[in-house]
Protein backbone atom coordinates (compact mmCIF):
# COMPACT_ATOMS: atom_id res chain seq x y z
CA UNK A 1 0.00 0.00 0.00
CA UNK A 2 2.87 2.17 0.99
CA UNK A 3 3.62 2.74 -3.29
CA UNK A 4 -0.01 3.74 -3.80
CA UNK A 5 0.55 7.12 -1.16
CA UNK A 6 2.87 8.43 -3.85
CA UNK A 7 0.10 9.11 -5.74
CA UNK A 8 -1.57 12.64 -4.34
CA UNK A 9 -5.06 11.11 -5.54
CA UNK A 10 -4.78 8.20 -3.42
CA UNK A 11 -3.44 9.46 -0.50
CA UNK A 12 -5.74 12.06 0.18
CA UNK A 13 -8.58 10.04 -0.30
CA UNK A 14 -7.40 7.71 2.61
CA UNK A 15 -6.58 10.94 4.43
CA UNK A 16 -10.16 11.90 4.04
CA UNK A 17 -11.58 8.14 5.26
CA UNK A 18 -9.20 7.95 8.28
CA UNK A 19 -10.76 11.65 9.30
CA UNK A 20 -14.29 10.81 8.94
CA UNK A 21 -13.96 7.17 10.71
CA UNK A 22 -16.21 7.16 13.42
CA UNK A 23 -14.50 4.75 15.75
CA UNK A 24 -11.78 5.69 18.39
CA UNK A 25 -8.40 6.51 16.99
CA UNK A 26 -10.12 7.08 13.42
CA UNK A 27 -9.46 3.81 12.43
CA UNK A 28 -10.58 1.42 9.50
CA UNK A 29 -11.31 -1.45 8.88
CA UNK A 30 -8.81 -2.67 6.18
CA UNK A 31 -10.21 -5.67 4.11
CA UNK A 32 -13.41 -3.31 3.66
CA UNK A 33 -11.58 -0.21 2.94
CA UNK A 34 -9.96 -2.00 0.07
CA UNK A 35 -13.55 -3.13 -1.33
CA UNK A 36 -15.16 -0.12 -0.99
CA UNK A 37 -16.98 1.52 -4.21
CA UNK A 38 -16.37 -1.56 -6.01
CA UNK A 39 -12.74 -2.12 -4.78
CA UNK A 40 -11.85 1.16 -5.89
CA UNK A 41 -8.57 1.04 -3.14
CA UNK A 42 -7.76 -2.28 -3.64
CA UNK A 43 -7.44 -1.68 -7.74
CA UNK A 44 -5.35 1.58 -6.60
CA UNK A 45 -2.87 -0.46 -4.55
CA UNK A 46 -2.81 -3.62 -6.78
CA UNK A 47 -1.58 -1.12 -10.21
CA UNK A 48 0.70 0.65 -8.20
CA UNK A 49 2.30 -2.83 -6.18
CA UNK A 50 2.54 -4.44 -9.85
CA UNK A 51 -0.14 -7.31 -8.91
CA UNK A 52 -3.00 -7.99 -10.49
CA UNK A 53 -6.69 -6.68 -8.05
CA UNK A 54 -7.47 -10.37 -7.69
CA UNK A 55 -4.36 -11.47 -6.39
CA UNK A 56 -4.12 -8.67 -3.74
CA UNK A 57 -8.40 -9.43 -2.26
CA UNK A 58 -7.29 -12.80 -2.54
CA UNK A 59 -3.92 -12.03 -0.06
CA UNK A 60 -6.10 -9.36 1.89
CA UNK A 61 -9.04 -12.02 2.64
CA UNK A 62 -7.06 -15.22 3.76
CA UNK A 63 -4.99 -12.35 6.20
CA UNK A 64 -6.56 -12.05 9.54
CA UNK A 65 -8.68 -9.10 9.84
CA UNK A 66 -6.56 -6.04 9.93
CA UNK A 67 -7.10 -2.29 10.93
CA UNK A 68 -5.33 0.76 9.32
CA UNK A 69 -5.20 3.72 11.21
CA UNK A 70 -2.34 6.95 12.49
CA UNK A 71 -1.64 5.63 16.11
CA UNK A 72 0.54 8.25 17.29
CA UNK A 73 -2.19 11.53 18.19
CA UNK A 74 1.36 14.12 16.97
CA UNK A 75 0.87 12.11 13.67
CA UNK A 76 -3.18 12.30 12.80
CA UNK A 77 -2.30 16.18 13.34
CA UNK A 78 0.72 16.65 11.29
CA UNK A 79 -0.19 14.46 8.00
CA UNK A 80 -1.53 16.03 5.17
CA UNK A 81 -2.24 13.47 2.84
CA UNK A 82 0.45 13.41 1.34
CA UNK A 83 3.86 11.36 0.67
CA UNK A 84 5.28 12.13 3.87
CA UNK A 85 4.38 9.09 5.59
CA UNK A 86 5.35 5.46 6.15
CA UNK A 87 3.45 2.43 6.24
CA UNK A 88 4.46 0.11 9.15
CA UNK A 89 3.29 -3.18 10.54
CA UNK A 90 4.19 -5.61 13.23
CA UNK A 91 2.48 -8.93 14.40
CA UNK A 92 2.61 -8.38 18.67
CA UNK A 93 2.89 -5.54 20.71
CA UNK A 94 7.07 -4.47 21.33
CA UNK A 95 7.67 -6.33 18.69
CA UNK A 96 9.93 -4.14 15.87
CA UNK A 97 8.27 -2.70 13.38
CA UNK A 98 8.63 -3.45 9.69
CA UNK A 99 8.26 -0.02 7.55
CA UNK A 100 7.28 0.80 3.91
CA UNK A 101 8.08 4.52 2.31
CA UNK A 102 6.00 5.10 -0.93
CA UNK A 103 9.19 4.94 -2.89
CA UNK A 104 9.08 0.74 -1.92
CA UNK A 105 11.81 1.03 0.68
CA UNK A 106 12.08 -1.10 4.26
CA UNK A 107 12.66 0.28 7.07
CA UNK A 108 13.04 -0.57 10.86
CA UNK A 109 11.76 1.69 13.38
CA UNK A 110 12.17 1.50 17.03
CA UNK A 111 9.37 -0.17 18.93
CA UNK A 112 9.75 2.43 22.15
CA UNK A 113 10.03 5.31 19.68
CA UNK A 114 7.64 6.62 16.89
CA UNK A 115 9.70 7.93 14.15
CA UNK A 116 9.08 11.77 13.11
CA UNK A 117 7.94 10.98 9.86
CA UNK A 118 4.08 10.13 10.70
CA UNK A 119 3.39 6.82 10.38
CA UNK A 120 0.45 4.44 9.21
CA UNK A 121 -0.09 1.13 11.21
CA UNK A 122 -1.57 -1.51 9.48
CA UNK A 123 -1.87 -4.19 12.33
CA UNK A 124 -4.70 -7.18 13.57
CA UNK A 125 -7.92 -5.86 14.56
CA UNK A 126 -8.32 -4.57 18.09
CA UNK A 127 -11.78 -2.59 17.26
CA UNK A 128 -15.07 -3.27 17.00
CA UNK A 129 -16.20 -2.20 14.22
CA UNK A 130 -19.94 -3.49 14.65
CA UNK A 131 -22.07 -0.12 13.10
CA UNK A 132 -22.45 2.47 15.60
CA UNK A 133 -26.06 2.94 16.80
CA UNK A 134 -27.41 6.04 16.48
CA UNK A 135 -27.90 8.60 19.14
CA UNK A 136 -31.09 7.79 20.62
CA UNK A 137 -33.92 10.91 20.39
CA UNK A 138 -36.06 12.23 23.13
CA UNK A 139 -39.36 11.02 22.16
CA UNK A 140 -41.13 12.15 25.35
CA UNK A 141 -41.07 14.30 27.62
CA UNK A 142 -38.13 16.21 27.87
CA UNK A 143 -38.74 19.13 29.74
CA UNK A 144 -39.55 21.28 26.87
CA UNK A 145 -42.84 22.42 24.46
CA UNK A 146 -46.23 22.23 25.82
CA UNK A 147 -47.99 20.47 28.42
CA UNK A 148 -46.17 21.83 30.92
CA UNK A 149 -43.22 19.19 30.90
CA UNK A 150 -41.01 18.67 33.66
CA UNK A 151 -37.81 17.22 34.91
CA UNK A 152 -37.17 13.91 33.48
CA UNK A 153 -36.62 11.18 36.67
CA UNK A 154 -33.84 10.73 38.61
CA UNK A 155 -31.28 7.89 37.49
CA UNK A 156 -32.14 4.38 39.68
CA UNK A 157 -29.55 3.91 42.66
CA UNK A 158 -26.51 1.76 41.06
CA UNK A 159 -27.15 -2.20 41.48
CA UNK A 160 -25.48 -3.75 44.73
CA UNK A 161 -22.08 -4.68 43.66
CA UNK A 162 -18.18 -4.26 43.68
CA UNK A 163 -17.51 -1.19 41.58
CA UNK A 164 -14.16 1.03 40.78
CA UNK A 165 -14.56 4.63 40.83
CA UNK A 166 -10.86 5.97 39.81
CA UNK A 167 -8.02 3.98 38.21
CA UNK A 168 -4.44 5.33 37.58
CA UNK A 169 -1.36 3.13 35.57
CA UNK A 170 2.13 4.76 35.74
CA UNK A 171 2.15 3.62 31.73
CA UNK A 172 0.39 2.36 29.03
CA UNK A 173 1.78 -0.82 28.36
CA UNK A 174 0.63 -0.31 24.65
CA UNK A 175 3.55 0.05 22.06
CA UNK A 176 3.35 2.89 20.11
CA UNK A 177 2.16 1.21 16.75
CA UNK A 178 -0.67 -0.58 18.68
CA UNK A 179 -2.09 2.97 20.08
CA UNK A 180 -3.80 3.87 22.79
CA UNK A 181 -4.65 1.06 25.64
CA UNK A 182 -7.11 -1.13 26.26
CA UNK A 183 -7.40 -1.47 30.10
CA UNK A 184 -9.45 -4.35 31.42
CA UNK A 185 -10.45 -5.59 35.27
CA UNK A 186 -10.77 -9.32 35.75
CA UNK A 187 -12.57 -10.62 38.87
CA UNK A 188 -10.50 -14.39 39.09
CA UNK A 189 -11.46 -16.90 41.81
CA UNK A 190 -11.70 -20.47 42.39
CA UNK A 191 -11.95 -22.93 40.30
CA UNK A 192 -14.68 -25.73 40.81
CA UNK A 193 -13.04 -26.98 44.05
CA UNK A 194 -9.29 -26.52 42.58
CA UNK A 195 -5.97 -24.92 43.66
CA UNK A 196 -6.34 -23.11 40.33
CA UNK A 197 -7.58 -19.69 39.53
CA UNK A 198 -10.63 -18.82 37.18
CA UNK A 199 -12.52 -15.79 35.22
CA UNK A 200 -15.34 -14.49 36.66
CA UNK A 201 -16.04 -11.42 34.84
CA UNK A 202 -13.94 -8.87 33.30
CA UNK A 203 -14.95 -5.52 32.88
CA UNK A 204 -13.72 -3.58 29.54
CA UNK A 205 -14.42 -1.62 26.60
CA UNK A 206 -16.60 -4.47 24.67
CA UNK A 207 -18.75 -5.23 27.65
CA UNK A 208 -22.29 -3.88 27.86
CA UNK A 209 -23.22 -1.95 31.04
CA UNK A 210 -23.13 -1.95 34.04
CA UNK A 211 -19.53 -3.70 33.20
CA UNK A 212 -18.83 -1.18 30.36
CA UNK A 213 -15.30 0.52 31.12
CA UNK A 214 -13.43 2.31 28.27
CA UNK A 215 -9.61 3.73 29.40
CA UNK A 216 -7.52 5.32 27.06
CA UNK A 217 -4.91 7.01 28.88
CA UNK A 218 -2.85 6.57 32.57
CA UNK A 219 -6.18 8.01 34.20
CA UNK A 220 -9.58 7.29 34.56
CA UNK A 221 -12.57 8.43 36.84
CA UNK A 222 -16.47 7.29 36.37
CA UNK A 223 -18.42 4.01 37.46
CA UNK A 224 -17.99 0.75 36.49
CA UNK A 225 -19.34 -2.16 37.95
CA UNK A 226 -16.73 -5.32 38.83
CA UNK A 227 -18.89 -8.03 40.36
CA UNK A 228 -22.55 -7.78 40.87
CA UNK A 229 -23.53 -8.46 44.81
CA UNK A 230 -25.32 -11.59 43.33
CA UNK A 231 -22.37 -12.88 41.65
CA UNK A 232 -20.28 -12.46 45.31
CA UNK A 233 -23.34 -14.36 46.66
CA UNK A 234 -22.99 -16.43 44.63
CA UNK A 235 -19.66 -17.35 44.44
CA UNK A 236 -19.25 -17.24 48.37
CA UNK A 237 -21.75 -19.90 48.43
CA UNK A 238 -20.13 -21.98 45.98
CA UNK A 239 -16.82 -21.75 47.42
CA UNK A 240 -16.87 -20.73 50.96
CA UNK A 241 -13.91 -19.89 52.62
CA UNK A 242 -12.47 -18.40 49.40
CA UNK A 243 -12.24 -15.37 48.18
CA UNK A 244 -11.57 -12.91 44.83
CA UNK A 245 -8.76 -11.12 43.21
CA UNK A 246 -8.99 -7.74 41.15
CA UNK A 247 -6.33 -8.44 38.23
CA UNK A 248 -6.05 -5.96 35.95
CA UNK A 249 -4.63 -6.52 32.02
CA UNK A 250 -3.67 -4.63 28.83
CA UNK A 251 -5.86 -5.94 26.13
CA UNK A 252 -3.70 -7.05 23.32
CA UNK A 253 -6.05 -9.51 21.44
CA UNK A 254 -9.56 -10.82 22.32
CA UNK A 255 -11.42 -8.87 24.59
CA UNK A 256 -12.36 -10.25 27.95
CA UNK A 257 -9.91 -13.25 27.35
CA UNK A 258 -6.84 -13.61 29.50
CA UNK A 259 -3.98 -14.65 26.91
CA UNK A 260 -0.65 -15.23 28.61
CA UNK A 261 1.55 -17.73 29.47
CA UNK A 262 -0.32 -19.51 32.40
CA UNK A 263 3.43 -19.68 34.30
CA UNK A 264 3.99 -15.90 34.24
CA UNK A 265 1.00 -15.09 35.28
CA UNK A 266 1.29 -17.81 38.50
CA UNK A 267 4.83 -16.24 38.71
CA UNK A 268 3.19 -13.13 39.48
CA UNK A 269 1.10 -14.10 42.16
CA UNK A 270 3.74 -15.52 43.84
CA UNK A 271 6.09 -12.89 43.77
CA UNK A 272 2.91 -10.73 45.52
CA UNK A 273 1.78 -12.70 47.50
CA UNK A 274 5.43 -13.87 48.82
CA UNK A 275 5.56 -9.81 49.63
CA UNK A 276 2.05 -9.14 51.30
CA UNK A 277 1.34 -12.98 52.75
CA UNK A 278 -0.97 -14.03 51.05
CA UNK A 279 -2.79 -10.51 51.90
CA UNK A 280 -3.85 -10.20 48.10
CA UNK A 281 -7.27 -10.36 47.67
CA UNK A 282 -10.63 -9.08 49.09
CA UNK A 283 -14.31 -10.19 49.89
CA UNK A 284 -17.68 -8.25 50.90
CA UNK A 285 -17.42 -7.33 54.35
CA UNK A 286 -19.95 -5.53 54.31
CA UNK A 287 -22.18 -5.31 57.93
CA UNK A 288 -24.87 -3.19 59.16
CA UNK A 289 -22.82 0.06 59.51
CA UNK A 290 -21.31 0.22 55.66
CA UNK A 291 -20.50 -1.51 52.75
CA UNK A 292 -16.89 -2.94 52.65
CA UNK A 293 -14.17 -4.98 49.82
CA UNK A 294 -12.20 -5.91 52.55
CA UNK A 295 -8.60 -7.12 52.13
CA UNK A 296 -8.51 -10.75 52.87
CA UNK A 297 -6.21 -14.11 51.77
CA UNK A 298 -5.75 -15.18 48.11
CA UNK A 299 -5.98 -19.32 48.09
CA UNK A 300 -5.36 -19.92 44.54
CA UNK A 301 -1.96 -19.09 42.67
CA UNK A 302 -2.18 -21.14 39.10
CA UNK A 303 -3.85 -19.40 35.90
CA UNK A 304 -6.12 -22.12 34.34
CA UNK A 305 -6.61 -21.33 30.78
CA UNK A 306 -5.39 -22.82 27.19
CA UNK A 307 -3.13 -22.26 25.86
CA UNK A 308 -3.09 -19.23 23.07
CA UNK A 309 -3.88 -20.32 19.45
CA UNK A 310 -3.35 -16.85 18.55
CA UNK A 311 0.72 -15.89 19.34
CA UNK A 312 0.25 -12.45 21.49
CA UNK A 313 0.17 -11.63 24.96
CA UNK A 314 -1.73 -9.39 26.91
CA UNK A 315 0.27 -7.31 29.25
CA UNK A 316 0.29 -8.32 32.75
CA UNK A 317 -0.43 -4.73 34.74
CA UNK A 318 -1.09 -6.53 38.36
CA UNK A 319 -3.29 -7.64 41.31
CA UNK A 320 -4.97 -5.29 43.35
CA UNK A 321 -3.37 -4.90 46.38
CA UNK A 322 -4.99 -2.49 49.71
CA UNK A 323 -3.51 -0.16 50.06
CA UNK A 324 -2.88 -0.87 53.85
CA UNK A 325 -1.04 -4.36 53.37
CA UNK A 326 1.18 -2.17 50.91
CA UNK A 327 2.06 0.64 52.72
CA UNK A 328 1.93 2.78 50.14
CA UNK A 329 -1.01 5.21 49.91
CA UNK A 330 -2.57 7.94 47.25
CA UNK A 331 -5.19 10.21 47.73
CA UNK A 332 -8.41 9.16 46.76
CA UNK A 333 -7.13 5.57 46.21
CA UNK A 334 -7.34 2.55 48.33
CA UNK A 335 -5.94 -0.44 46.72
CA UNK A 336 -2.68 -0.67 44.86
CA UNK A 337 -1.89 -2.55 41.72
CA UNK A 338 0.98 -4.58 41.83
CA UNK A 339 2.55 -6.52 39.01
CA UNK A 340 5.41 -9.36 38.20
CA UNK A 341 8.32 -8.89 41.02
CA UNK A 342 5.94 -7.28 43.06
CA UNK A 343 6.03 -3.75 41.06
CA UNK A 344 3.63 -1.14 41.63
CA UNK A 345 2.06 -0.31 38.29
CA UNK A 346 -1.23 1.65 39.40
CA UNK A 347 -3.47 2.11 41.87
CA UNK A 348 -7.29 1.79 42.00
CA UNK A 349 -10.54 3.02 44.38
CA UNK A 350 -12.74 -0.03 45.28
CA UNK A 351 -16.42 0.69 46.54
CA UNK A 352 -18.75 -1.73 47.94
CA UNK A 353 -22.73 -0.13 47.30
Known amino acids: MA ?44 RHAGVAARELEGEAQAAVPLEIYLPVPAHRSAWRGDANVLVATALRDH ?8 QGHRILLDPDRPPATPVIALVPVETDFTPQPSMQLCMEDCGTGGGGGGSPPPPPPPAPGLYMTQAHFVEDFEGWLKGAPEFEVHMLGQKGQTDSLTDYQC ?9 YFDQNGLDWSGSVQLF ?15 NARVFVVEDDDTAC ?25 GNDSTDNVAKYWKVAKA ?20 DAVQDSVVGEFHTGFNWIVKGENNVTNGWIRLEMR
Open 203 to 211: AGEKQPAPY
Open 3 to 46: RALAHPGFAASLKAQLDASPFREHKLHFQRFLAAGGGRARDEVA
Open 299 to 318: LQKLWSALASLINTNDELVG
Open 257 to 281: QIKNDPNRVANLFNAVDGAYKALTA
Open 228 to 242: SKMQIDAYNAAHPGQ
Open 95 to 102: DVPVAFDP
